[in-house]
């Protein structure tokens, strides 16, 4: 029987949705899974939205900011290729201008435009990674945290073209020879997979805060956005914060205060 060349196309279309629609069944920090199946430890820290604010006004130097990324990058076993090339972050910085483009005015503080944010995965309500993400190696836990399974990672690169904040990373080389220090607690990347900041879902099922927070010394705020009593509601209600790209409807989990100067507990 002759099979037309349209034929055969969507034939082979409807096995990938078959197969893909199978995959989505198993593994683990599924996006269908609850937060309880999830989070298995008695001591894992909970939340119905996890969200983070970062203090800009507690951000005193570039070495500030450094030390979290360090902290980030030591943790889960981040490469370090020597050439922006290669470039592998799951944090990084950015001036106002980039972090927050159309948000600038002709007045801004020249303290701010100067200062450095550091950047990372917003965690999105609606992120345009994980619709595009053809084997859902990319998906939305029920706790808010966009999460990635490197086993199911093609390498396609879609959601590093739908990601509009660049907060993904790919790795055209081998990434295991360029780790300084192995953590043995979290898992190597291979040549091929795109990886990214995870809220450091490892730590918090074993109690502990994100890398990144426990090495800011207060200027970053983590916590359940869906609890008015929590400490990232109480910041929020009572600073003046902006998130990034807004306008572009993603609706980020990641907070910025923006001057101020008010200190909180």
């Not at 983070?52 to 943790?75: F, G, P």
Request: aromatic residues 8%; neutral net charge; contains cysteine.
């Amino acid at each position: 029987m002759s099979v037309t060349r349209r034929r055969f196309l969507k034939l082979g279309l409807t096995t990938l949705a078959g197969v893909g629609g199978a995959m989505a069944l198993d593994g683990f920090w599924r996006g269908s899974a609850e937060a309880s199946e999830v989070l298995t430890d008695q001591k894992a820290l909970k939340a119905k939205h996890w969200a983070m604010v970062i203090d800009s006004d507690r951000l005193k130097s570039a070495e500030n900011v450094q030390r979290m990324i360090d902290a980030c990058h030591r943790t889960h076993n981040v490469p370090d290729f020597g050439n922006s090339k290669d470039e592998i972050k799951w944090m990084g910085t950015e001036t106002y201008e980039h972090a927050f483009p159309g948000q600038e005015n002709g007045y801004l503080n020249e303290g701010i435009k100067e200062k450095l944010f550091p950047v990372l995965c917003n965690h999105c309500e609606n992120p345009a990674c994980v619709r595009v993400c053809p084997t859902q190696a990319t998906f939305k836990r029920p706790d808010g945290i966009v999460a990635m399974d490197y086993h199911r990672c093609i390498g396609c690169r879609f959601c590093m073209a739908a990601c509009a904040f660049g907060a993904r990373s790919f790795n055209f080389r081998d990434p295991r020879p360029f780790i300084k220090q192995v953590n043995p607690d979290f898992p190597t990347r291979t040549k091929g997979v795109v990886e990214k900041c995870n809220f450091c879902v490892e730590r918090l099922e074993k109690g502990l805060p994100p890398a990144c927070v426990e090495a800011s010394n207060g200027a970053l705020i983590f916590g359940d956005l869906d609890d008015p009593n929590s400490e990232v509601r109480q910041v929020l209600a009572t600073h003046y914060s902006i998130r990034r790209k807004p306008e572009l409807g993603t609706e980020p989990s990641v907070y910025y205060l923006i001057g101020g100067g008010e200190e909180h507990a």
